[in-house]
């Protein structure tokens, strides 16, 4: 925040990555993110971190969403919910580069990383977008499908039914437009594992120019 309010703008550069809640009421995954603070996606805020844990004995209870941005989390029914109101962070790191020469700083300015986000989508949603199903379904059962904001990459997390492990394939798209799997392993111990490691090789993908990946005959 403060470096949005404009203090150590012509010697930092600031760049923000973690994961955050995914909106889509279908999506059990976390939204995988990095954006630079010289162009961030929204003004950050006091809120956008906090959650707010309502207490049903209270004597004087606080009205839900008192605190904008903020998230509420309270029992109804004997369940507990928890509201979002939009973008709320779960996680992140913060990298911050000093320069100390201001003419560096301008020529940095023209690589630095645009916003990029990596989140879960629907299995239609990945067919409509030109995802494949697996070519061995027999071999693998798909868990969950991924896609970035720009539109380049989709990511699958799969289950290996013999080897009893995980493994994740990144599509990209080929010469002609069409996705092709570009990237993956296999041999990974658990989901999460594999859902991490898929998101972050989408992530360092998006920070290379590269968009289209010619097969080889």
């Not at 996606?41 to 006091?46: A, G, N, R």
């Not at 949603?125 to 070519?135: A, I, K, N």
Request: include cysteine; proline fraction near 7%; charge should be neutral.
């Amino acid at each position: 925040m403060g470096y949005q309010s404009g203090i150590g703008n012509d010697k930092l550069v600031v760049v923000r990555h973690g994961f955050a809640h995914n909106p889509d009421p279908s999506a059990r995954d976390p939204s995988l993110f990095l954006y630079n603070l010289d162009s961030p996606p929204f003004v950050e805020s006091w809120g956008h971190g906090l959650v707010v844990i309502h207490n049903p004995h209270a004597k004087y209870p606080l009205p839900k969403h008192w605190f904008p941005n903020s998230v509420d989390a309270y029992l109804e029914k004997q369940a507990v919910h928890t509201d979002y109101y939009g973008w709320h962070v779960f996680t992140s790191s913060t990298t911050t580069l000093m320069l100390k020469d201001k003419q560096l700083k301008d020529f940095l300015a023209a690589f630095r990383p645009s916003t990029c986000m990596v989140r879960a989508i629907s299995y239609d949603e990945f067919l409509d977008r030109g995802g494949v199903s697996s070519p061995a379904p027999g071999l693998y059962m798909e868990d969950g499908w991924f896609a970035d904001n720009s539109g380049a990459f989709l990511g699958v997390v799969c289950f290996d039914k013999v080897d009893n492990n995980w493994a994740f394939v990144v599509l990209g798209r080929d010469a002609h437009g069409d996705f092709r799997a570009v990237a993956g392993t296999t041999d990974l111990p658990t989901r999460h594992t594999a859902l991490i490691t898929m998101q972050t090789t989408i992530q360092s993908m998006l920070l290379k120019p590269q968009r289209l990946f010619p097969q080889k005959s």
